[in-house]
């Protein structure tokens, strides 16, 4: 067998490799025989069946497993013995790799690209300025986050006659058919002239209705009959109700009682102290939503300084290569510049986790699968889920290859941003309140 390097730069190298007829011969022709004594053929005892036929049935296939073996076995103990540092794995070049012919053994030739990694050279200072957002509160924006919160802890209460946003407690009977206690709330009505009827009804009055033509949407009719949608009925569409009670829903008063429930018992103590609360409440929602833009900054501060080199078309052929041709050539070019900055904060990323020897800890590790655990059973809207249950899945999680692969490179993303941060010099830059993005903590 021989291997050489046929052509090397700063970004890749290319190698020949040549198997020789001697370095596979004996094997394959041991694993025919192997064949041979197992091989049962009508008209022949088994064990005795031509080694013609049997080289004609397992010849090529034989072959060709062997190759692959050798292959297999001697690029990555090359590349071990002439240390080079690569990217990926080596790429076969099919441009310049001779057609193998499985039917008539003889030398083979592989010729493979390699993607050498490429020499990062970052060193961060306080002489690095990277902006940390800060939020400017305004005085509407105070005035409409206290909003939001007086209807957060806002509550319901009885009122005589039925406004456009209220809520209806009825009874709805037809004949021989009953429906107790059921809710109907004016504001969810999306034609204005459908909730006319209800305004200005009070407890105790009875109307008709046409619950076809006031609920048009199956769903709803469903809904206020208590009953699935498949068993809906519209043969006779005319019930009865009786309003039980009308209630509406008010926002809490900017009172003790509501400084209390927000800030705990005694810790505003007037309409000043609470306005210094909210504030610093905003500033905390804020915190997530700068640390985000942090990661962004100090992502592109770093790509651009290290202006790091790459082999631009290996690279393309190893995320063609990677993703079992699922990502076609065409989309990897449309995404590219995407694809390039990835590559290259993934070179950078393990650069400073290797310079600074930051070590990440099993502890570490856990701590994120159950956050990761906590933030998809809440986006299902499972709040709440049963210990047991929770922490199998937090196991399934450490199980799953690709699962860890992923939560471990989330917790070296965020010791490598905490590394930048203690670093460099973070600059204020104040940015509105109001202009917070979602944060996707997966």
């Not at 005085?139 to 919160?149: G, K």
């Not at 809490?252 to 927000?262: E, P």
Request: glycine content about 2%; charged content about 30%; some cysteine.
């Amino acid at each position: 067998m021989k291997i050489e390097i046929k052509h090397s730069d700063a970004l890749s190298m290319t190698i020949n490799l040549s198997i020789e007829t001697e370095d596979y011969a004996d094997i394959v022709q041991k694993k025919l025989q192997d064949h041979r004594r197992k091989a049962e053929m009508k008209g022949f005892r088994k064990g005795m069946v031509p080694m013609g036929l049997i080289q004609k049935m397992y010849g090529s296939s034989t072959l060709m497993e062997e190759i692959n073996k050798l292959l297999q076995e001697s690029v990555p103990k090359y590349i071990e013995e002439q240390q080079i540092k690569m990217i990926g794995e080596p790429l076969l070049n099919e441009e310049l790799t001779p057609q193998a012919d499985w039917n008539h053994p003889s030398t083979f030739t592989f010729v493979l690209d390699l993607i050498l990694a490429p020499k990062v050279a970052l060193t961060l200072t306080a002489d690095d300025y990277i902006p940390v957002k800060q939020p400017e509160i305004t005085v509407q924006e105070r005035d409409d986050y206290i909003e939001s919160l007086q209807k957060q802890y806002g509550q319901l209460i009885d009122v005589e006659a039925a406004e456009p946003e209220d809520f209806l407690k009825v009874d709805l009977d037809q004949d021989d058919k009953y429906v107790n206690a059921t809710y109907i709330s004016l504001k969810s009505f999306q034609d204005e002239a459908l909730k006319l009827p209800f305004i200005g009804i009070k407890a105790g009055d009875r109307v008709e209705i046409d619950i076809l033509k006031t609920f048009p949407n199956s769903i709803d009719r469903a809904a206020l009959l208590k009953i699935k949608k498949e068993e809906l009925d519209d043969t006779n569409p005319l019930w009865s109700i009786t309003v039980l009670e009308v209630k509406r829903y008010t926002p809490a008063l900017l009172n003790q009682a509501f400084y209390d429930k927000l800030f705990g018992p005694g810790e505003v103590d007037s309409p000043e102290v609470f306005i210094q609360k909210v504030e610093e409440r905003m500033r905390n929602d804020f915190a997530a939503e700068s640390d985000y833009r942090f990661t962004l900054d100090a992502r592109d501060y770093v790509i651009n300084k290290c202006d790091l080199p790459l082999p631009d078309a290996l690279i393309k052929r190893l995320l063609h290569h990677n993703s079992e041709r699922k990502l076609s050539m065409e989309e990897i070019e449309k995404n590219w510049d995407n694809f390039a900055r990835n590559f290259r904060w993934q070179l950078i990323r393990g650069h400073l986790l290797k310079e600074h020897h930051i070590a990440i800890t099993k502890e570490e590790v856990m701590e994120q699968a159950v956050h990761v655990a906590k933030y998809r059973f809440a986006s299902y809207g499972l709040s709440t889920v049963p210990q047991e249950q929770f922490d199998k899945y937090v196991q399934s999680l450490v199980d799953n290859n690709k699962e860890m692969n992923q939560i471990i490179e989330m917790v070296e993303e965020d010791r490598v941003y905490q590394l930048i941060r203690s670093i460099v010099t973070l600059v204020p830059e104040i940015v509105p309140f109001s202009g917070r993005h979602e944060i996707n903590t997966t």
